[in-house]
């Protein structure tokens, strides 16, 4: 089905058209436009086992109306365009699989207004999560969401991003107040006011938030930020079995411990990073606290976790609030991408993952270890178990192709056995290329619905094509 | 009758609805699920707003999912507007049917379906009211927080993005509905997202569902959050000399992180509207009312905490008390708040409206509304959801005096204005309906044409709750 997809897209862009919309652009931005091929390369690494496909061309946008008119230009050619941030997503998002123009937004990096009373900032959506939140830093406030990468806000915004204190702050589409986007009609719109709360129309806030650039071009997002905690407070616990640590983490959550983090490493992973960081963590399973709160609210949620802990089993419980010892406990959790990453040399890493209701996490993630071994796969797993979420970072020796080829039908099961686990295929990184094949069978007859919404916003398909379900 | 024209000529959707033979259908299909008596379709129209009540031509009481598509499919074929009902406490004139057509009547589909304590969510049809669940729930230890003050129903409150006293702390409808099953207008049952915690796979049809006023499907499902219920709730009162006073202590109770449950204020006028109905002898100032939830020491630190900072803001007389018959005399004025109003012109009918602005423009919001009371010689007390910048007037008015009327309806165009020039919404949490359509285009322009977008490509036939939002 897919690939009749990919045809019936082929056949909508006209190459001479692409080619006249990118002279049209390079005539109108000039310096501010590039064809050369390092620049189109960096623009379509994928981070991931899709090939590049590299765009005809990339503009550095300066402005929203540099993007608006940039769109209209396209829109009157039917040339795609890919929305560019720092280019660390994982499902390759910002492929061009159909050429066209690259829209780049790096240089829209400007925290434009801090709204001190309001716990609000509004941001270009260049600016990256570190840079926000070192600009913050002397108010006192702080923006949560921390999906790993020093990623783009604007890019965070289309991928729903999250990662390991969604269990406390939720998710992109919880602290996204307001946007403003350049639709594929060139058209720029603003989805909400400032209030806190709104029940006037459609919340086309949040049909943006995730929409992967199909749907237009952020150029502006107000977020949510919040006070920073008076104590953080870091713990570790090593658990003899993946269910116990898992119903620990429930038992947790259901007792209305307010948990910042909680991310669960499985054996492998542990073993990784007792070899990476030179640690010497029993190799079990292993769950990482933060606690946030006033000094004696976390001495009261450590205490009362420790209770729960030890009734499944928990071992080495320990925990500080001191910053130094807290970075030496979560070390390994830290260091998870790199010792994964080095865990066996000469392989690459493909990153992916799932969610599933946290009743389910620890039958998905014994499965999935189960799958990984019989299949002679070597994948470590590392959860932000508190959303029922987990990674799991598949090392492949990329010139053993009997290796590689088995990449695709484990992803295809793990996919499925989450679908099938009522979960979703995708927590956090987004659906891009990779995992458009799943969507039919995680959402059915809903993806009509979102196709329609596609075209009804951008009949002429030029937004990002050949992602999510286009 | 003018209004519905000119209306109906404003209209981007331009025939003719055959309600007729829809009726002669839904008879033939439905029997005695079907009503066309006067008496019915009575109970089934808008009853409370100022809008002139408009009947539909019959009710289908709903008694399950098929029920819903059968009654769309024969609404879809006749092209027959289609109107659902849930307990009709909506406050923007959501159910009238302006242009006649089908009321479906969704209160007996209302069984609560599953409760997941482990994933803290439950499943229910939309005709659960939120008091049927939380007794339902009384046993598992959890709750639902969701309280708009009615005992509306969950589809209904889905339906409008509805919160209420404690958003603050829980949120708001859109924050606490994992996924929803809805009958589309083309009949079609979709799921909009299965039941992890997070999800990164397309578009958000979930939050474009909620709030979206029945128009563009019709919920039979709905999968919500659940909570632990708090250790302790305590409840606290104290008086400020002036609302900005009052709105500077909750902002900085706000920044400093306390995780306040509840936050109320009640102006100077509703005060005394209370002591006289509710015979208290509360300082006619304006009042904040506290509820925090949490352990026994964490909700002690939070009222201690909170008590400086009122004192710093001149807050008078603060008093707080984790006994429940305590707290709920503390809380007797805002419990009867509707009922003190009410007794107050007990002649007259009963209108309320709500406005949300960032928090930082309230006092000013509300200060200016007060002052707008007085210019229009309206009766008239305010009461806000003062930690989301969200308030409420509720007035008292004599439907029979045109000159009221129009100083009411002036009065509502000026709030409306006010709340979107000081960057806030026409509307916190009641919905636009038939009432606060205008205000929607001045408030989110270009945006509302990318909304129609969505309505005309889901419903071309416009048949779903016609007339409603735009």
């Given at each position: 089905m897919?690939?009749?997809?990919?045809?019936?897209l082929g056949?909508?862009?006209?190459?001479?058209n692409?080619?006249?919309?990118?002279s049209?652009?390079?005539e109108?931005?000039g310096?501010?436009f590039?064809?050369?091929?390092?620049?189109?390369e960096q623009?379509?690494?994928?981070m991931?086992?899709?090939e590049?496909?590299?765009?005809?061309g990339?503009l550095f946008?300066?402005?929203?109306?540099?993007?608006?008119?940039?769109?209209?230009?396209?829109?009157?050619?039917?040339?795609?365009?890919?929305?560019f941030?720092?280019g660390?997503s994982?499902?390759?998002?910002?492929?061009a699989?159909f050429?066209?123009?690259?829209?780049?937004?790096?240089n829209?990096n400007e925290i434009?207004?801090?709204y001190q009373d309001d716990?609000?900032v509004?941001v270009?959506?260049?600016v990256t999560r570190?840079?926000?939140n070192?600009?913050l830093?002397?108010?006192g406030?702080f923006f949560?969401?921390?999906p790993?990468a020093n990623?783009?806000i604007?890019g965070m915004s289309s991928?729903?991003?999250s990662?390991?204190?969604?269990v406390?702050y939720?998710?992109?589409?919880?602290?996204?107040?307001s946007?403003?986007?350049?639709?594929?009609?060139?058209?720029?719109i603003?989805?909400?006011?400032?209030?806190?709360?709104?029940?006037a129309?459609?919340?086309?806030?949040?049909?943006l938030?995730?929409s992967?650039?199909?749907?237009?071009?952020?150029?502006?997002i107000t977020?949510?930020?919040y006070?920073?905690?008076?104590?953080?407070?870091?713990?570790r616990?090593?658990f003899?079995?993946i269910?116990?640590?898992a119903d620990t983490?429930?038992?947790?959550?259901?007792?209305?411990?307010?948990?910042?983090?909680i991310?669960?490493?499985?054996?492998?992973?542990?073993k990784?990073c007792?070899?990476?960081?030179?640690?010497?963590?029993?190799?079990e399973?292993?769950l990482?606290l933060?606690?946030?709160?006033?000094?004696?609210?976390?001495?009261?949620?450590?205490?009362?976790f420790?209770e729960?802990?030890?009734?499944?089993?928990?071992k080495?419980y320990?925990?500080?609030?001191?910053?130094?010892e807290r970075?030496?406990l979560?070390?390994?959790?830290?260091?998870?991408?790199?010792?994964?990453?080095s865990?066996m040399p000469?392989?690459?890493?493909y990153s992916?993952?799932?969610?599933v209701?946290?009743?389910?996490?620890?039958?998905c993630i014994v499965?999935t270890?189960?799958?990984?071994?019989?299949?002679d796969l070597v994948?470590p797993?590392?959860?932000?178990a508190g959303?029922g979420?987990?990674?799991v970072?598949?090392?492949?020796d990329?010139n053993n192709?009997?290796?590689v080829?088995?990449l695709?039908?484990?992803?295809?099961?793990?996919?499925e056995?989450?679908i099938?686990?009522?979960?979703?295929?995708t927590?956090?990184?987004?659906?891009?290329?990779?995992?458009?094949?799943?969507?039919?069978?995680?959402?059915?007859?809903?993806?009509?619905?979102?196709?329609?919404i596609?075209k009804?916003?951008?009949?002429?398909?030029?937004m990002?094509?050949?992602?999510?379900?286009? | 009758?003018?209004?519905?024209e000119?209306?109906?000529?404003?209209?981007d959707?331009?025939?003719?609805f055959?309600?007729?033979?829809?009726?002669?259908e839904?008879t033939?299909?439905f029997?005695?699920?079907?009503?066309?008596?006067?008496?019915v379709?009575?109970?089934?129209?808008?009853t409370?707003?100022?809008?002139?009540?408009?009947?539909?031509?019959?009710?289908?009481?709903a008694?399950?999912?098929?029920?819903?598509k059968k009654t769309?499919e024969?609404?879809?074929?006749f092209?027959?507007?289609?109107?659902?009902?849930?307990?009709?406490?909506?406050?923007?004139g959501h159910v009238n049917?302006?242009?006649?057509g089908?009321s479906?009547?969704l209160n007996?589909?209302n069984?609560i379906?599953?409760?997941s304590?482990?994933?803290?969510y439950?499943?229910?049809?939309?005709?659960?009211?939120?008091?049927?669940?939380?007794?339902?729930l009384?046993?598992?230890?959890?709750f639902?927080?969701i309280?708009?003050?009615?005992?509306?129903?969950l589809?209904g409150?889905?339906?409008?993005?509805?919160?209420g006293?404690?958003?603050?702390r829980?949120g708001?409808?859109?924050d606490n509905v994992?996924?929803?099953?809805c009958?589309?207008?083309?009949?079609?049952?979709?799921?909009?997202?299965?039941?992890?915690k997070?999800s990164?796979?397309?578009y958000?049809?979930?939050?474009l569902?909620v709030?979206s006023?029945?128009t563009?499907?019709?919920i039979?499902?709905?999968?919500i959050?659940?909570?632990?219920?708090p250790?302790?709730i305590?409840?606290?009162?104290?008086?400020f000399?002036?609302?900005?006073?009052?709105?500077e202590?909750?902002i900085?109770?706000?920044?400093?992180?306390?995780?306040?449950?509840?936050?109320?204020?009640l102006?100077q006028?509703?005060v005394?509207?209370?002591?006289?109905?509710?015979?208290?002898?509360l300082?006619e100032?304006?009042?904040l009312?506290?509820?925090?939830?949490?352990s026994?020491?964490?909700?002690k630190e939070?009222?201690?905490?909170f008590?400086?900072?009122?004192?710093?803001f001149?807050?008078?007389n603060f008093?707080?008390?984790?006994?429940n018959?305590?707290r709920?005399k503390l809380?007797?004025a805002?419990h009867?708040?509707?009922y003190?109003?009410?007794?107050?012109k007990?002649?007259l009918?009963?209108i309320?409206?709500?406005?949300?602005?960032p928090?930082s423009?309230l006092?000013?919001c509300?200060?200016?509304?007060q002052n707008?009371?007085?210019?229009?010689?309206?009766f008239?007390h305010?009461v806000g959801?003062v930690g989301?910048g969200n308030?409420?007037?509720?007035?008292?008015?004599?439907?029979?005096?045109?000159?009221?009327?129009?100083?009411?309806n002036?009065f509502?165009?000026d709030?409306?204005?006010r709340a979107i020039?000081?960057?806030?919404?026409?509307?916190g949490?009641?919905?636009i309906?038939?009432g606060?359509?205008?205000?929607?285009?001045?408030?989110l322009?270009?945006s509302?044409?990318?909304?129609?977008?969505i309505?005309?490509?889901?419903?071309?036939f416009?048949i779903?709750?016609?007339?409603?939002?735009?």
């Amino acid at each position: 089905m897919l690939e009749n997809k990919n045809q019936w897209l082929g056949q909508i862009y006209n190459k001479k058209n692409i080619q006249d919309c990118i002279s049209k652009i390079k005539e109108r931005y000039g310096q501010q436009f590039s064809e050369s091929k390092s620049i189109r390369e960096q623009h379509s690494h994928t981070m991931t086992i899709h090939e590049s496909e590299l765009p005809d061309g990339v503009l550095f946008a300066s402005n929203k109306n540099d993007v608006s008119e940039a769109v209209k230009i396209c829109n009157e050619f039917g040339c795609p365009i890919i929305p560019f941030g720092v280019g660390s997503s994982f499902e390759g998002h910002v492929n061009a699989p159909f050429g066209g123009l690259s829209i780049d937004l790096n240089n829209m990096n400007e925290i434009l207004n801090v709204y001190q009373d309001d716990l609000l900032v509004t941001v270009q959506p260049g600016v990256t999560r570190e840079q926000l939140n070192t600009h913050l830093r002397d108010t006192g406030l702080f923006f949560p969401i921390d999906p790993g990468a020093n990623a783009s806000i604007g890019g965070m915004s289309s991928t729903r991003a999250s990662g390991t204190n969604a269990v406390k702050y939720g998710t992109m589409k919880d602290n996204v107040i307001s946007i403003e986007a350049v639709m594929p009609n060139g058209e720029i719109i603003k989805t909400s006011n400032k209030a806190k709360k709104s029940s006037a129309g459609y919340d086309l806030t949040r049909l943006l938030v995730g929409s992967e650039g199909t749907l237009g071009i952020i150029t502006e997002i107000t977020l949510k930020l919040y006070g920073i905690p008076e104590v953080i407070a870091g713990g570790r616990v090593s658990f003899s079995s993946i269910k116990d640590a898992a119903d620990t983490v429930i038992t947790t959550i259901q007792s209305g411990i307010p948990i910042a983090r909680i991310e669960l490493l499985d054996a492998m992973q542990v073993k990784a990073c007792n070899l990476y960081s030179k640690l010497s963590l029993p190799e079990e399973p292993l769950l990482l606290l933060e606690f946030h709160g006033s000094k004696k609210s976390v001495e009261e949620q450590t205490e009362l976790f420790g209770e729960i802990a030890k009734d499944f089993g928990g071992k080495n419980y320990e925990w500080t609030s001191n910053n130094e010892e807290r970075n030496k406990l979560w070390k390994a959790r830290h260091d998870a991408y790199w010792a994964a990453r080095s865990y066996m040399p000469g392989t690459e890493m493909y990153s992916t993952d799932v969610c599933v209701p946290i009743s389910k996490l620890s039958d998905c993630i014994v499965e999935t270890v189960k799958d990984l071994e019989e299949n002679d796969l070597v994948g470590p797993i590392a959860s932000h178990a508190g959303d029922g979420n987990f990674h799991v970072a598949v090392m492949l020796d990329l010139n053993n192709k009997n290796e590689v080829s088995k990449l695709g039908p484990f992803l295809d099961r793990l996919s499925e056995r989450a679908i099938k686990m009522d979960g979703t295929c995708t927590g956090e990184h987004g659906i891009g290329q990779g995992k458009r094949k799943y969507m039919y069978n995680e959402l059915g007859n809903s993806v009509d619905v979102m196709e329609a919404i596609k075209k009804s916003f951008d009949p002429n398909l030029i937004m990002n094509p050949g992602k999510l379900f286009i | 009758m003018s209004v519905l024209e000119k209306e109906l000529e404003i209209s981007d959707f331009n025939f003719e609805f055959n309600k007729k033979d829809a009726v002669t259908e839904l008879t033939k299909e439905f029997g005695q699920q079907f009503s066309i008596s006067k008496s019915v379709r009575e109970q089934h129209t808008d009853t409370t707003t100022i809008h002139p009540s408009k009947l539909p031509d019959g009710v289908v009481f709903a008694e399950n999912e098929i029920d819903v598509k059968k009654t769309v499919e024969i609404c879809q074929k006749f092209k027959c507007p289609i109107i659902p009902f849930g307990v009709g406490s909506s406050l923007e004139g959501h159910v009238n049917a302006l242009y006649g057509g089908i009321s479906i009547d969704l209160n007996n589909m209302n069984k609560i379906l599953y409760v997941s304590p482990e994933d803290g969510y439950a499943v229910v049809q939309p005709g659960v009211t939120r008091e049927q669940l939380n007794i339902y729930l009384r046993d598992t230890g959890l709750f639902f927080p969701i309280d708009p003050g009615a005992n509306a129903s969950l589809g209904g409150m889905t339906s409008t993005n509805a919160s209420g006293t404690n958003a603050v702390r829980y949120g708001t409808m859109k924050d606490n509905v994992i996924s929803l099953k809805c009958v589309m207008p083309n009949g079609e049952i979709i799921k909009t997202s299965n039941r992890a915690k997070k999800s990164s796979a397309g578009y958000d049809l979930t939050r474009l569902i909620v709030g979206s006023e029945g128009t563009l499907g019709i919920i039979t499902e709905i999968t919500i959050k659940l909570y632990g219920i708090p250790e302790v709730i305590a409840g606290g009162r104290v008086t400020f000399p002036s609302i900005k006073d009052a709105t500077e202590a909750v902002i900085m109770v706000i920044q400093a992180g306390i995780p306040v449950a509840r936050i109320e204020l009640l102006d100077q006028e509703q005060v005394k509207a209370c002591n006289n109905y509710s015979k208290l002898n509360l300082p006619e100032e304006p009042l904040l009312l506290l509820e925090f939830h949490g352990s026994e020491s964490s909700v002690k630190e939070q009222s201690e905490f909170f008590s400086v900072i009122v004192s710093d803001f001149g807050g008078n007389n603060f008093e707080w008390t984790s006994n429940n018959d305590e707290r709920n005399k503390l809380w007797k004025a805002r419990h009867d708040a509707y009922y003190a109003t009410k007794s107050c012109k007990p002649d007259l009918e009963y209108i309320a409206t709500d406005v949300c602005v960032p928090i930082s423009r309230l006092s000013e919001c509300i200060e200016k509304t007060q002052n707008d009371l007085t210019k229009y010689n309206l009766f008239g007390h305010i009461v806000g959801h003062v930690g989301d910048g969200n308030f409420h007037v509720q007035l008292m008015v004599d439907p029979k005096n045109e000159n009221e009327i129009k100083n009411l309806n002036k009065f509502l165009d000026d709030l409306s204005k006010r709340a979107i020039l000081l960057d806030g919404t026409c509307t916190g949490e009641h919905g636009i309906g038939q009432g606060k359509k205008q205000y929607l285009v001045e408030e989110l322009g270009g945006s509302v044409d990318f909304m129609k977008n969505i309505k005309k490509a889901l419903d071309p036939f416009n048949i779903m709750n016609p007339g409603k939002i735009f």
